[in-house]
Every structure is written in C-alpha cells, then in structure tokens.
C-alpha cells in the first residue's frame, strides 16, 4: 500500500547511531521536500524534520534528516531508551496528487 | 499553538457513512498559509494520507485515489473545523482517523478517533 519504502526495523544501543532509510520516485522524494515522524506507543505522531533537513523548534539536534535523488535518511545520534518509536518519512506525490507516507521503521534501544 | 480536537462516532455499520470532525483553535481554518488533512492509520494499511482542505483565494480539496470516490473534507468556517466523511465504508476503513495540519510537514495532529465498522 504504502508507496515509500523503510526497514521494517533498526537497532543499536545508548548512546550509538541509527540511520532509517526511506526509498521513492522521482514522482515523490526525487522532486519534493520529505518529512519524518515520530509516534511513540499510542499517541500520534510527531514532526522531527521538514523540508528534507530541518527541525521544528523543541527537537534536538541529535535527529538530523538528508536526502539525495529519490531516497531520504533520518539519523538518530545519542539513541536514548526514550527514542524507541516507530518512524516514518512522509512527502507529497505529484503524479498521484496526494500525500505519502513510508511504511514505518521501529527503533528499538538495545 | 495549534491545538485540534477531534469528535465523533467509534463504530459505524457496513455500507453506512463515517463522520469525524475536527475543531481547530489557534489558527484558522481560512488560514492561506495552512491545509488541514485527514490521515488514518491500521495494522494492515499503516500511515494513510485521505485528503486535505485549504483555502488559497478559493477552497481547493485534494483526495488520495484510494478513497477519492467515497470522500468529502469540508471547511466551516463558523465554527472554524473541519470535517471528514467517507462514504459507503467496510471493515477494511476500520482505523485510527487523524485531522492534522501542514503541507509536506504536518506539524499538529489531533488526538485521534478509533473508529471501527462492525455491524
């Protein structure tokens, strides 16, 4: 269903890094700006990035976004047990006119 | 600080239609600057984009194809909210429906409704 593609999961222990990759088409990431989200267990989620790289004020800087051609990345640096979420990249599809989400990624602190 | 609200039923019978409406306080619903959306989630579908609202001059509506000849988004202004109704639903629309607000980045989301089509 989902037209954005994530790792089902990622993990590594305190204090290490996380990367969370996020694949797409020209018709979505390769031509517009990309989200990530984070939903921690049984709330909504939360913007982390916008516009490819930036941060909403409030989000630390140990969250970091990028992205190159039709593919985007969140980076977690510093994992803290409180970053264990389920993640998501999100962007507008311009052949479908609509938004898109991933298929979500849980980060799990080991 | 935008804050939204979110009202409505939890269940809702096979072939009949589900309404969410969604109150927003601390922006407008007429704002040019903002789209107002609804986004649900599942175990089987995960994160889905439905459709959003935004007034640019003159209302605009955008619809994902999934749903785009079952849904209607309307604004209302009086009471600044917006509203969801999908029509002729099945179990398959069983989900966590979302009103939410932002373009490429949705920076507030409602609470949440768990709405359940079950007879």
């Known amino acids: 269903q989902s037209v954005l593609t994530q790792p089902p999961s990622v993990s590594a222990a305190p204090g290490q890094k996380v990367t969370i990759s996020c694949s797409g088409s020209s018709s979505n990431i390769g031509n517009n700006y990309v989200s990530w989200y984070q939903q921690l267990p049984g709330t909504a989620p939360t913007l982390l990035i916008y516009d490819n790289n930036k941060r909403p004020s409030g989000i630390p800087d140990r969250f970091s976004g990028s992205k190159s051609g039709t593919s985007a990345t969140l980076g977690i640096t510093g994992l803290q047990t409180g970053d264990e979420a389920d993640y998501y990249c999100?962007?507008?599809?311009?052949?479908?006119?609509?938004?898109?989400f991933g298929t979500g990624t849980k980060v799990t602190v080991l | 600080q935008v804050q939204l609200q979110q009202s409505g039923p939890g269940l809702v019978k096979p072939s009949q239609t589900l309404s969410v409406t969604c109150a927003i306080s601390?922006?407008?619903?007429?704002?040019?600057?903002?789209?107002w959306n609804w986004i649900r989630q599942s175990p089987s579908r995960g994160l889905e984009w439905l459709g959003r609202t935004y007034y640019r001059s003159k209302w605009n509506n955008n619809y994902a194809v999934s749903v785009k000849s079952r849904i209607t988004i309307n604004p209302d202004t009086s009471k600044n909210q917006f509203s969801l109704q999908l029509n002729s639903v099945t179990p398959e629309d069983t989900a966590v429906y979302y009103c939410?607000?932002?373009?490429?980045?949705?920076?507030?989301w409602g609470q949440g409704t768990l709405v359940t089509v079950s007879s």
């Open positions: 939410a607000r932002g373009d490429i980045g949705i920076d507030s």
């Open positions: 601390g922006d407008s619903v007429s704002s040019n600057s903002a789209a």
């Open positions: 999100g962007t507008w599809d311009s052949r479908l006119n609509g938004g898109v």
